[in-house]
């Protein structure tokens, strides 16, 4: 059984990961939006997992990492989710 507790093995098993921002996914934001006629911005994002472990490491732990800038509005008040292959990668032996 292998835990996934590294970036690098989320990585290696096909994960991707993806964020949320609270502040763009305001209901404020929203009707901010909604009134001045602009098109709502979406409060979710991909996140490029090769350039998160290029940039933090490939032994960072998932459970401890830091939040992930908001690549709209610049916020770190972002919650980050990992989200497990559509079809399983076959175990190499």
């Known amino acids: ?3 996934l507790d590294m970036l690098g093995k989320h990585w290696q098993h096909g994960h991707s990961m993806f ?3 609270s502040d763009c996914g305001s209901p404020s934001r929203y009707w901010d939006d909604v009134k001045a006629r ?4 979406p409060a979710s994002f991909d ?3 090769a ?4 940039e933090r490491g490939a032994d ?3 459970v401890e990492l830091a ?3 908001c690549p709209r ?4 008040k972002s919650e980050t989710w990992v989200v497990a292959p559509s079809k399983p990668m076959r175990r190499r032996r």
């Open 47 to 49: 996140i490029d997992l």
């Open 67 to 69: 939040p992930i800038p």
């Open 60 to 62: 960072s732990l998932v």
């Open 51 to 54: 350039a998160l472990i290029r």
């Open 38 to 41: 602009r098109a709502p911005k």
């Open 73 to 76: 509005c610049g916020s770190t």
């Open 19 to 21: 964020g949320w921002c």
């Open 1 to 3: 059984m292998n835990v």
